[in-house]
């Protein structure tokens, strides 16, 4: 059988002696959501940094589009096509929604006014802003701004850690409607992510890690009518 797309496959690794990860696995097909949920201290944000490179693997590999990419800096997997949003301190503050665009086509050498065009398009309110310093705006502006930078690297894959983390639902919603168009260009997003439910209400595939293992995996309906899931990981 085919690898899918992306896949960090049978991971296992951690920061200095200790895993956090055991032979942990997450994938992404093309233009598809892939949401790791689970309870905190899961190890979800630790799977996404392996699988961007920004954690040594002790067992287990990362391939992309069928090429080993396990030994790759993160740098250059953002030129093998793979975009990676952090939790948090993932704009520049000081500069311009504008300039914060721009800083994320560093690694391109073409014409990249098409691509803010279409961030802008994916997320009106920047256009609006565009002038304005990004540290000034909400906290759901900052993660439009931060997830428009990740797709002005024309990414195949983008990778978001915890993208509604201390938003509104009604941001949250919004955040989440906008992912899915995002997927439908074809890019693939894998994405960790603490409204569980929400989350795996959008996803084509889910995984729940428990304690760096995977618990279950599944299709985001699936998981969702899983009863022991809902008891154990959604609050019934």
């Known amino acids: 059988m085919a690898d899918p797309f992306l896949i960090g496959d049978e991971m296992t690794g951690g920061y200095g002696a200790a895993d956090i990860l055991h032979g942990c696995t997450v994938a992404v097909e093309k233009g598809e959501i892939a949401v790791?949920?689970?309870?905190?201290?899961?190890?979800?944000?630790?799977?996404?940094?392996?699988?961007?490179?920004?954690l040594a693997l002790r067992g287990g590999g990362v391939r992309l589009n069928g090429e080993d990419i396990?030994?790759?800096?993160?740098?250059?997997?953002?030129?093998?096509g793979m975009a990676f949003v952090p939790q948090t301190n993932n704009i520049f503050a000081s500069m311009t929604v504008e300039e914060n665009l721009e800083?994320?086509?560093?690694?391109?050498?073409d014409d990249i006014a098409a691509t803010i065009e279409e961030v802008y398009?994916?997320?009106?309110?920047?256009?609006?802003?565009?002038?304005?310093?990004?540290?000034?705006?909400?906290?759901?502006?900052?993660?439009?701004?931060?997830?428009?930078?990740?797709?002005?690297?024309r990414?195949?894959?983008?990778?978001?850690?915890?993208?509604?983390?201390?938003?509104?639902?009604?941001?949250?919603?919004?955040?989440?409607?906008?992912?899915?168009?995002?997927?439908?260009?074809?890019?693939?997003i894998l994405m960790v992510e603490q409204n569980a439910r929400q989350a795996l209400e959008i996803a084509d595939k889910g995984y729940v890690l428990v304690q760096g293992r995977n618990a279950y995996t599944d299709t985001g309906k699936a998981l969702l009518a899983d009863p022991e899931v809902r008891r154990t990981f959604l609050g019934g």
């Open 121 to 153: 398009h994916l997320f009106p309110i920047l256009r609006e802003k565009r002038r304005q310093a990004a540290g000034e705006l909400s906290g759901g502006q900052r993660q439009q701004v931060a997830v428009g930078r990740a797709l002005m690297t």
């Open 103 to 109: 800083m994320g086509a560093f690694l391109r050498r």
């Open 36 to 54: 790791i949920v689970g309870p905190n201290g899961a190890g979800k944000s630790t799977a996404m940094k392996a699988v961007f490179g920004m």
């Open 155 to 188: 990414p195949s894959v983008l990778m978001l850690d915890e993208p509604t983390a201390g938003v509104s639902p009604i941001v949250m919603d919004e955040l989440f409607d906008r992912i899915i168009e995002v997927a439908r260009t074809g890019i693939s």
């Open 70 to 80: 396990t030994a790759l800096t993160p740098q250059a997997r953002v030129a093998k």
